[in-house]
Every structure is written in structure tokens, then in C-alpha cells.
């Protein structure tokens, strides 16, 4: 069974900190995705990735597939980062179904 | 802005009706997944539909049904509502099935059963 956990559940920092939030999971991925969703409910698909690193502005996301983890992380946090943070994965022997995080709440203080 | 709607954005309803819901997905993505969201939990599969087929179920009994339609949008019809099926519904539009491709979310539609 496809599990996906996040730690911590809830963050707060203060602007300008460099934050990180992790993800893990429990069997083989075709892809694991980082997910942002604001109050109101909309989420907005940060990235997607099977292997490595991505960087989109001040938004890193990296995976170690041995290990089974992922990080995001946030360099400079700004109050406008506050949101939830969702990691969820594609599972290699199933459908393409996403299985969900309970996701991460980060609130950045100014 | 993810090119992908819903409808309506809020629904309040009562014990045993029905409701739909709708989305329009982004043009050219073939793949609509239906996600539940309660509150203060991660969202949960209900199913999808690829080229206006079911392609995977998630743990939600018959009374959740799909339909996907050739002009990219989709409905998710729920029969004889219960208290516990107030939650977030999201759909999700992708590209082809057995690609590794982003899904783009819609702004949800907030479901309350009373």
C-alpha cells in the first residue's frame, strides 16, 4: 500500500528563514509531486519530479529514490509562502491515481 | 490560473438529495481524476476517467459516479447524501495515461451536507 507521510504538520517562521519540509513514502514512485494550496481550497502544482532536483525560484525540490524521501525547501520565506504544502506521489503499480500528504501548514510571520 | 474550472464554488445541500459537480478541464488533457478533500486532511482518489472511460476507483462506494465528456468536461454526481460527505471536491486534468505528466487542480467545490 502507497502510503505518504509530511513532517511537520505545522510550521511557523519568521521572514527571511529558510525553511524545509520533508516527505516520505512508503513503495516505488513513477513520480512524486509538490503541491501549494491557499484558504479557499485551489491547489497549484509546484513540481513534479522522479529523480534529482528542481529549482524554480526561490522553491527547491529535491528526492532521494533509495531512501524513499523528498524535501521542499524555501529560501527567503515571505509572508506570501503561508500556505499548505502537500506532497503526494504517482505509484508505480497502480493507477494514476495522486495519493496525498495530509500536508504541511506554514505560516510566515512578517 | 490552471485553465481548469469547477462548478459551483460552494453547495449547500440535505440529507438523501442528489448532487453534480461539475469541471471543465484544461483543452487536450484526456485525464480527469476526482479527489475529496475533508477538512484538515489530504485530499483522497475517488476515481478517473480517461477518453470518457472510469480508469481506477478509489474506496468510495456506487453511489459516487463519473461521466467524462469529448469536450473536456466532467461531472461527478453523488446520490442519497450523507452528513459525511460535506468535504472539498477537486478535480485534476492531465495529460495521457502512463505518461508522467503535472495534473492541473481546479478551485474546488465546497460540498456541505446538512
Known amino acids: 500500500k502507497n502510503e505518504v507521510e509530511q513532517s511537520p504538520q505545522n510550521l511557523t517562521a519568521q521572514e527571511g528563514e529558510f525553511i524545509t519540509i520533508n516527505c516520505s513514502y512508503s513503495?516505488?514512485?513513477?513520480?512524486l509531486h509538490w503541491l501549494q494550496q491557499h484558504p479557499g481550497g485551489g491547489i497549484v502544482s509546484l513540481f513534479m519530479?522522479?529523480?534529482g532536483k528542481k529549482k524554480h525560484g526561490r522553491l527547491i525540490a529535491t528526492i532521494n529514490i533509495q531512501e524513499k524521501h523528498s524535501s521542499l525547501h524555501i529560501t527567503a520565506s515571505h509572508p506570501r509562502d503561508s500556505a499548505v504544502y502537500i506532497c503526494?506521489?504517482?505509484?508505480?503499480?497502480?493507477?494514476?491515481?495522486?495519493?496525498f500528504g495530509k500536508g504541511m501548514k506554514l505560516t510566515v510571520n512578517p | 490560473e490552471t485553465g481548469v474550472t469547477q462548478s459551483p464554488t460552494h453547495l449547500i445541500k440535505t440529507r438523501g438529495q442528489q448532487v453534480t459537480l461539475r469541471c471543465s478541464s484544461q483543452?487536450?488533457?484526456?485525464?480527469v481524476s476526482w479527489y475529496q478533500q475533508a477538512l484538515g486532511q489530504g485530499p483522497q482518489f475517488i476515481f478517473q476517467?480517461?477518453?470518457?472511460?472510469?480508469?481506477g476507483r478509489g474506496n468510495f462506494p456506487p453511489r459516487f459516479s463519473g461521466l467524462q465528456f469529448p469536450n473536456y468536461s466532467s461531472e461527478l454526481n453523488v446520490n442519497a447524501l450523507e452528513l459525511d460527505d460535506s468535504a472539498l471536491y477537486l478535480c485534476?486534468?492531465?495529460?495521457?495515461?502512463?505518461?508522467?505528466?503535472?495534473?492541473?487542480f481546479g478551485q474546488g467545490t465546497r460540498l456541505t451536507v446538512v
Open positions: 503526494a506521489s504517482t505509484w508505480k503499480g497502480g493507477s494514476e491515481k495522486l495519493v
Open positions: 513503495v516505488g514512485i513513477s513520480a
Open positions: 519530479l522522479s529523480s
Open positions: 483543452s487536450g488533457h484526456n485525464t
Open positions: 476517467y480517461y477518453r470518457e472511460e472510469e480508469n
Open positions: 485534476a486534468s492531465s495529460g495521457e495515461v502512463g505518461v508522467n505528466t503535472e495534473a492541473f
